[in-house]
């Protein structure tokens, strides 16, 4: 597809399940970013990948998030052990360029994750 | 962190009105870049303003940039229902948006 791809779109698991949230970036294109974004509010920066490597791990909430990259595509947001407090919409998305310029992002319409 | 606060939270106006919403730092900024998110959707970027001062006009929306690149406002003229989104600002670094401003306008 032409924009970026996230998968599932709707996730619902019950508290202590481990979920994994994937997306899709544009061909091409070497950055890749997760945010998490509660209901009207702003993003959160998770993480974020320039090739397969993530130079910038800031974001994560705890040790129980982690996130991996591989062949400079495809990502992989991983949540263990989860608690109400993550739910969320999780977003994605990607740009051309090292991610500290002025190029724009291009994001997924995101994962909304829900934890009973 | 570079902290980008929006103004207002929350805004309900009536279709055909005008308004502005602000986005706001202590820090200056080689660039910024405004995003419309629509309910279910991810952000998509309206603009980015580069030069201290600087003002773009993308049909009813005017961008502003402030001289010394601290802040920038987003003015919507007769604005539709089709303007009711999330707006976010964000920095060159663009791991960090602001704080987002609810417009919902009433048809």
């Known amino acids: 597809g032409a924009g970026v791809s996230q998968s599932p779109s709707n996730k619902v698991t019950e508290k202590g399940k481990d979920v994994e949230l994937r997306c899709d970036p544009i061909?091409?294109?070497?950055?890749l970013y997760w945010y998490r974004q509660s209901l009207g509010q702003g993003l959160e920066f998770l993480i974020y990948f320039q090739g397969n490597s993530a130079p910038d791990k800031s974001g994560l909430p705890s040790d129980r998030f982690s996130a991996e990259r591989t062949g400079g595509s495809v990502s992989t947001l991983t949540i263990q052990r989860t608690q109400q407090e993550d739910s969320a919409v999780y977003l994605c998305?990607?740009?051309?360029?090292?991610?500290?310029?002025?190029?724009?992002?291009?994001f997924g319409d995101g994962t909304r994750l829900s934890i009973l | 962190t570079q902290l980008l606060e929006q103004s207002p939270q929350f805004l309900s106006i009536q279709e055909g009105e005008n308004l502005t919403v602000y986005c706001n730092s202590s820090?200056?900024?080689?660039?910024l870049q405004w995003y419309r998110q629509e309910p279910g959707e991810g952000p998509v970027l309206l603009v980015t303003v580069v030069t201290g001062g600087e003002v773009k006009k993308l049909k009813r929306l005017t961008f502003q940039f402030g001289d010394a690149r601290k802040d920038s406002s987003l003015h919507i003229t007769a604005a539709q229902p089709g303007d009711t989104g999330l707006y976010l600002c964000a920095g060159p670094n663009q791991f960090y948006f602001g704080t987002g401003t609810s417009l919902t306008v009433i048809p």
């Open positions: 998305a990607s740009s051309l360029g090292s991610g500290t310029g002025s190029q724009p992002q291009h």
């Open positions: 061909s091409g294109h070497t950055a």
């Open positions: 820090s200056v900024f080689s660039s």
